[in-house]
């Protein structure tokens, strides 16, 4: 989502024409984002006020992934929250129960005002046996004075007090991908995965079996592609290339890395 179709609160130029184009194709699509704050309602208010009108049942966020995961690994379990509406809401809808008291996993997401108390909190509770779950591993996020930590960096503060790693949900794990997928009945080798990071994004698609597109409109580069050891399968500038042939997406005007 964020680098793809928006900066911040504004629409990257022909994203809605290329969204338009989805549609009149009838070409089944996800917004994704490990962003776990927002609920996919609240993420479609905020698309709509930079001009885009998306469904919420478009939208798969990594709080949603991290309840299906957990929904397939033990329903109807307990949980610690450390998070948002996002994380609570979803977690709410599998009907698992919110509580510090011996809960089955800590799960951790991303918020804007991390507390003190809860992370000693979850700490504890680590400790104590509890399965430690993250919805991402980005460590930082933006905001308009700068990065804020993430919930990548909150893990690890956890994890260097209690010596226990968390299980990561969203990208770069193709779990994210994998049940993206299979949430609009689609097929890996007949999908594409389109984002603006080489860590999380082309590299998630690519090991969940996708060709990728990386646009150039949010995070990598041209030059920092060749930092990696894969490469996406084409490089664009940003969705509005792929105007006018989204069932063609690799021709010669979408030019692949070379």
Do not use: C
């Amino acid at each position: 989502m964020d680098g793809v179709l928006v900066h911040e609160d504004h629409m990257v130029p022909g994203a809605d024409e290329f969204l338009a184009e989805l549609r009149a194709e009838e070409i089944p699509f996800l917004v994704l984002t490990n962003n776990s704050i927002r609920t996919p309602r609240d993420l479609q208010a905020r698309l709509r006020q930079t001009g885009l009108e998306i469904p919420e049942q478009s939208i798969w966020t990594s709080a949603l992934a991290t309840a299906s995961f957990l929904n397939e690994q033990r329903p109807g379990g307990t949980a610690y929250v450390v998070g948002e509406s996002g994380l609570t809401t979803a977690l709410h809808e599998i009907g698992y129960v919110l509580t510090e008291v011996d809960p089955d996993y800590v799960v951790l997401g991303e918020t804007r005002t991390y507390s003190f108390e809860a992370i000693t909190t979850a700490i504890r509770l680590v400790e104590r046996g509890a399965r430690f779950i993250a919805t991402n591993p980005d460590p930082t996020g933006p905001s308009r004075d700068g990065v804020l930590p993430a919930t990548g960096s909150v893990a690890a503060l956890i994890t260097r007090a209690t010596g226990r790693d968390p299980y990561y949900i969203g990208k770069p794990n193709p779990l994210m991908m994998r049940s993206a997928l299979r949430r609009i009945d689609a097929h890996s080798q007949t999908s594409v995965m389109i984002g603006d990071r080489m860590d999380t994004d082309v590299i998630s698609g690519m090991e969940a079996g996708m060709r990728t597109i990386l646009v150039t409109s949010g995070i990598s580069t041209k030059v920092s592609v060749e930092q990696y050891p894969y490469r996406p399968t084409s490089v664009l500038s940003s969705v509005a290339d792929l105007v006018g042939r989204v069932r063609t997406p690799f021709t010669e005007a979408a030019n692949p890395l070379t």
